[in-house]
């Protein structure tokens, strides 16, 4: 099952030009994926207060068409993979049915000891598994 979280474009995330400046797409898939992860695992604290954290590794934009100030956009997020130690996510932004962005992500499980990676626990894989 697809997560869909929905915003609406503030002035400060735009250009000059009135479009949304392109580093601020990467951060509404953050926001997004941290909903899901509220959702799914619940809030990202309580993770992190039991010694683990997840990291972006890789991420991949592709842009098919800009976003400008008061627009009303849906990001939706689908699980792909989790492996060992990793969350695969595709993420699509859009505006109304046009698709503005889509992005590939790569999420790494890490211990908030030695920020290397570990194994993914069951309670963190079972709660993201409803949105593959």
């Known amino acids: 099952m697809a997560f869909r979280h929905d915003l609406r474009v503030?002035?400060?995330e735009c250009d000059p030009q009135g479009i949304v400046y392109n580093a601020n797409y990467l951060a509404f898939v953050d926001i997004a994926f941290t909903e899901?992860?509220?959702a799914g695992?619940?809030?990202w604290m309580e993770m992190t207060d039991r010694g683990f954290d997840a990291v972006v590794a890789d991420a991949r934009?592709?842009?098919k068409a800009p976003a400008?100030?008061?627009d009303e956009l849906a990001i939706v997020l689908r699980i792909v993979r989790l492996g060992r130690a990793s969350?695969?996510?595709e993420a699509r932004i859009e505006r109304g049915e046009e698709l503005l962005l889509e992005a590939d992500l790569r999420h790494v499980v890490v211990s908030t000891d030695t920020w290397r990676s570990v194994e993914m626990p069951d309670w963190i894989?079972?709660?993201l598994e409803p949105f593959s």
């Open 41 to 43: 695992v619940g809030p």
């Open 68 to 70: 400008r100030f008061d």
């Open 125 to 127: 894989r079972s709660g």
């Open 36 to 38: 899901l992860w509220r």
């Open 10 to 12: 503030r002035y400060g």
């Open 61 to 63: 934009l592709g842009f």
């Open 87 to 89: 969350i695969h996510t």
